[in-house]
């Protein structure tokens, strides 16, 4: 018997969340299950219907008034398309399934599933996250977040799922193709015969751009030929802080040495041609995608030993943690690594298909198939 799975959040634009939704759509359709995903739409909509999966858009993650009146109409269509589970990944949208939950009567409510992606602000507006039968963490880092702050949520409960990349794209005898790779070379001719440090992410204060602006120019300092790779865009307000980095680059007289790459759709093959990658974030990570995309790669990665990040370096590639904020340790290790060849090991628990199987493995224990 097939199982309804709908996936709640707010809507289907890039990020962690919003893959690891089409992830679990696929891995459900993959097994003969029906998977719903309820959103404000976005960028991903054609992907996930491309997948098999129906997309329903309903503004359950916009903050305003109308979002209320979204609640009912989640109830009508729980109910028209005899939903088996509710699996919810963000808070408002959360709080409008829980809701709509809450009219239908308990013969007929579906199952109720909580995935926490991030270490929320622990308020009564957060307390949804973990109201699930099966409150789902995506690293052992979130587990130990619930635990510690919600104690009264039984163990029991709490499922630790750490998040997974796909082997097939993420393996250590990827190549770019020829025709990216000249782009590159045409488009980046300052990069020639230098060491290719890289940090990914949105540019935001918490991601550790100025921290790597520091690192990039104490190795400069000590005449390694480094160039730093900032890899990730601005979007809102914090296009002012992409000018004040730009402008710290400047004052350190690295205009030379560091390239903003913005935001761009080969994040994979800049991956590939780092000599280096770093995960500098000011505050600990959930989980740490792109640690696990660029070990999964073959590129050794430096990291602050907290959080998601930590977690991942600590069981794949230990030589990389350096003490959180700690430049120093960081500029020490990154000498380290360059100064001769380093094996990143091929094997690591952070599999896609494990973590569809894991998740898939709740649903049917909530709603088994005999």
Known sequence: MAITVMQLLPALNVGGVERGTLEIAAALVARNHRAIVVSGGGLLVNELKALGASHIECPIGEKSLRTLSCVRRLRAIIKHEEVDIVHARSRLPAWVGYRALAGISKQRRPRWITTVHGPYTVNAYSNIMVTGERVIAISKFIGDYIRNNYPSVPASKIRVVPRGIDGNRYRPDFTPKPAWHKRWLLEHPELHGKK??????????????????????????KGIPI??????????????????LKSLTARHGLEAKITFLGRSNDLREILHVADIVYSLTLKPEAFGRTTIEALGLGTPVIGYDHGGTGEILQQVFPQGLVPPRDISAAVETTCSLLSGPVTVPTEHPYKLARMQADTIEIYEELCPMG
Not at 204 to 215: N, Y
Not at 234 to 244: C, D, H, I, L, V
């Open 227 to 244: 160039h730093g790779l900032i890899a990730g865009g601005a979007t809102g307000s914090n296009r002012k802080f992409e000018t004040t």
């Open 196 to 221: 290719l440090l890289v940090l990914p992410g949105r540019l935001t204060r918490w991601k550790g751009q100025e921290e790597f602006i520091a690192l990039i120019d104490a190795l400069n300092a």
